[in-house]
């Protein structure tokens, strides 16, 4: 005999966001989901260094500056010139300068970064491998010495975006469905609070859309020793957690769903979006990185896989403070500059789907399991932390995660409110 439970709302929530039909709008051209080409050939990973090369010095050209190609610089012998190159390699001389060998379409250059100059030396030691740079300074023999240098960047001045309806978008990452870890009361405390039996009732009616930036599931060997931490060892089992998580949001609001390097997808990045085998759930599947507008508002979305290796190359950087790894993306204007470093490997598909062609109106990420907020240059950043709590290796790290803090951005007054849900 079925039983059908019926479950009375409060009367009096009555949410705005359920007068809107959605507006979403995805970047197809820009997600690899469906478009994957590669054969891992030598050809495509000449293909894909090419693009990242075309494409950002695109980018420098459109910011109005003027360079050179290096064959052409080498030839220019005691002048003063500018050219953009890829990173080859960068490294610290007997004498304490810093060489950065760059390479274009046409061949190669030595750049030196005099010690003597203390200022650029320590925007130097940022430089990381494989990232396009625009360099000028004076040609010699065997080297130019450099006078200053820049990344693609984002523009100086851009004019923040507002939609014209009041409804809002909550940004949450790293659920890690299947963990032993897995925080099933601070979620649940969220989707109480979606559903108007909290407080902030008022912000809670304006919810639309929920984006996910990966990790939805803790996955299954995915590293040594994980079968340990897990509470639900089938990958299949995991994703019912995710079904019943939609079944459980309120019909009126849209989730956007990205997946991680936990989820059941190739894990090289650019991935594709998690297909219907793994889960059933209305949700709008896309790959990883994405690009989708909400209510005409430009979103990136990217898990931040590649965060370990920034964190690795550049100081100054930790996971105590992922807004500023992601300032870094933004700077460089790509997702992982740095190629298959550590566990970070990137698919060599002839399309760079990692380059930051347009600047994005927010950029959302997750992966390091910490809250973190910043505007930079007309961009919202956010990171959205995590849904799990302490794991043992985080222990052992000195990683302290913010688990339960559920940023949320209304859209048209451009205010983001974090909400916390574990106290």
Known sequence: MRTEVIVNRPSYFNPIAKEYDADIVVDHKRDVTGASRTKGRVEDFVALFRNRYERIAQIFRRGGKSFVEISYAK????????????VRDIRETKKGNL???????????????????????????KIIRDEVLYVSGKMLEAFMIVDDFDWPDLPVVRERKFAERDLAIAYISDIHFGSRYFLEECLSAFVEWLHGRSEAKELAGKVKYIAIAGDVVDGVGVYPGQEKELAIKDIFGQYKLLDKFLEEIPDYIEVIVCPGNHDAVRRGEPQPALGKEFFEGDAVRVGNPSRFSVEGINHLIYHGT???????????????????????????????????????????????????????????????????????????????????????????????????IVPVYELKTGRLVSIDFKH
């Not at 789907?353 to 399991?369: C, N, S």
Request: aromatic share 8%; proline share 7%; with cysteine.
């Open 306 to 404: 590649s965060m370990d290796s920034m964190i690795a190359n550049i100081p100054g950087l930790s996971y105590s403070e992922p807004e500023k790894v992601m300032v870094e993306f933004l700077k460089r204007r790509h997702l992982s500059p740095i190629y298959g470093e550590g566990a970070n490997p990137i698919i060599p598909e002839r399309v760079d789907y990692m380059a930051i062609d347009e600047p994005p109106d927010v950029f959302h990420a997750g992966h390091v399991h910490k809250n973190g907020y910043y505007f930079y240059r007309g961009t919202l950043v956010v990171n959205s932390g995590t849904f799990q709590d302490q794991t043992e290796f985080q222990i052992k790290q000195g990683h302290i995660p913010t688990p339960g």
């Open 75 to 86: 030839t220019r012998v005691g002048e003063k010139c500018a050219v953009v190159g890829m």
């Open 99 to 125: 060489l950065v060998q760059l390479e274009d379409l046409t061949g190669t250059v030595n750049a030196i970064i005099s010690a003597q100059k203390e200022q650029l030396m320590e925007k130097g030691r």
